[in-house]
């Protein structure tokens, strides 16, 4: 088993067809094939197979897939850490950042690229749970996540930054407006990033902290954009960070409902792998963002 086999089998699998995995290595089709084959015959397994729908994985390829990408990813950080060490610059960083972040991003990134020019970045929205199976294969270095602010026990390792109150957003026409309890707003309709029946859900947390079921209509929507721009223009509700109505990327026409009683705190925390230490470059961006956060109270002291 080498690196080249498993790339092969990697896009493979990814792509569901060897000669788009081909294409993909720049390789020819034969090459990608032999790659495919002579990996099977060190695991003295079947990886894939053919059907109708192109190349599918077997239960040994689901298996060996998960720990090829894992093993290709820290390959890749290795990689770059020995040349971050060696001259301080270079590779890239896959980041995913939830949108309560983003008072401390612009700055974090703004000091990042002063000290690691030649360092790629690239940003993603936080989707759980696939941003976590991101980060567990390794794709992403780390996530800057909004979650409930308590002990969560999913393998992986926690900074917090900060905590903040929730609220309730809705348009300003909407009928429930003046509502002051949860209890008034069970039967709307909710807009919630991830799985409501996720024991962390936000949305349930704050329903359950007032002894009240979850709402029942809710739709799944991974796309904070996506959530804001919905709700300014329905009936729809949702729950975010206070923090996000002082920013600019609230639509106008979005407000905060002024429930009598808190809500839950969530907790913004960096999220990396505990079995795999962050790169230079990775370390450094979150030194980035730790400094970020303690700048404005520099500033008042």
């Given at each position: 088993m080498n690196l080249?086999q498993?790339?092969?089998?990697?896009l493979?699998?990814?792509?569901?067809?060897?000669?788009?995995?081909?294409?993909?290595l720049?390789?020819t089709?034969?090459?990608?094939?032999r790659?495919l084959r002579?990996?099977?015959q060190s695991?003295g397994a079947e990886?894939?197979r053919r059907?109708?729908?192109?190349v599918?994985l077997t239960a040994?390829?689901?298996a060996?897939?998960?720990r090829?990408?894992q093993?290709l990813?820290e390959?890749r950080?290795?990689?770059?850490?020995?040349?971050?060490m060696r001259?301080?610059e270079?590779?890239t960083?896959?980041l995913?950042f939830?949108?309560?972040?983003?008072?401390?991003?612009p700055?974090?990134?703004?000091?990042?690229r002063?000290?690691m020019?030649?360092?790629a970045?690239?940003?993603?929205?936080v989707?759980?749970?696939?941003s976590?199976e991101?980060?567990e294969?390794?794709?992403?270095?780390?996530?800057?996540?909004t979650?409930?602010?308590g002990?969560?026990?999913?393998?992986?390792?926690?900074?917090?930054?900060f905590?903040?109150?929730?609220?309730?957003?809705?348009?300003t026409?909407h009928p429930?407006?003046r509502?002051?309890s949860?209890?008034e707003?069970?039967d709307?309709?909710?807009?919630l990033?991830g799985?409501i029946?996720?024991p962390?859900?936000?949305l349930?947390?704050?329903?359950?902290?007032?002894k009240?079921?979850?709402p029942r209509?809710?739709?799944p929507?991974q796309?904070?954009?996506?959530a804001l721009?919905?709700i300014?223009e329905?009936?729809?509700?949702?729950?975010?960070v206070?923090?996000?109505?002082?920013h600019s990327?609230?639509p106008?026409?979005?407000?905060?409902?002024?429930?009598?009683?808190?809500?839950p705190?969530?907790?913004v925390?960096?999220?990396?792998?505990a079995?795999?230490?962050p790169?230079?470059?990775?370390q450094c961006f979150?030194?980035?963002?730790l400094e970020?956060?303690?700048?404005?109270a520099?500033?008042?002291?």
């Amino acid at each position: 088993m080498n690196l080249r086999q498993l790339r092969a089998f990697v896009l493979i699998a990814e792509h569901r067809s060897i000669r788009a995995a081909a294409r993909a290595l720049f390789v020819t089709q034969p090459a990608a094939t032999r790659s495919l084959r002579e990996l099977e015959q060190s695991v003295g397994a079947e990886l894939v197979r053919r059907s109708a729908r192109g190349v599918e994985l077997t239960a040994y390829g689901e298996a060996l897939y998960k720990r090829a990408v894992q093993i290709l990813q820290e390959t890749r950080k290795a990689q770059e850490e020995i040349g971050q060490m060696r001259d301080g610059e270079g590779g890239t960083l896959n980041l995913a950042f939830s949108s309560a972040a983003l008072t401390v991003l612009p700055a974090a990134l703004a000091a990042f690229r002063a000290r690691m020019p030649r360092v790629a970045v690239a940003f993603n929205e936080v989707a759980p749970p696939y941003s976590h199976e991101q980060l567990e294969s390794g794709r992403y270095d780390f996530l800057v996540q909004t979650e409930y602010d308590g002990d969560i026990d999913d393998g992986f390792a926690r900074t917090p930054l900060f905590t903040l109150p929730l609220a309730v957003g809705a348009r300003t026409g909407h009928p429930l407006r003046r509502a002051r309890s949860l209890a008034e707003l069970h039967d709307a309709l909710w807009l919630l990033p991830g799985n409501i029946q996720a024991p962390a859900n936000l949305l349930r947390l704050a329903f359950a902290a007032h002894k009240l079921p979850p709402p029942r209509d809710v739709i799944p929507c991974q796309s904070i954009a996506v959530a804001l721009a919905i709700i300014a223009e329905s009936d729809a509700l949702g729950i975010f960070v206070r923090n996000l109505f002082d920013h600019s990327l609230l639509p106008r026409g979005l407000r905060m409902l002024p429930l009598a009683h808190e809500l839950p705190a969530a907790r913004v925390s960096i999220l990396t792998r505990a079995d795999s230490p962050p790169t230079p470059a990775a370390q450094c961006f979150i030194d980035c963002l730790l400094e970020a956060l303690a700048a404005p109270a520099r500033a008042q002291a």
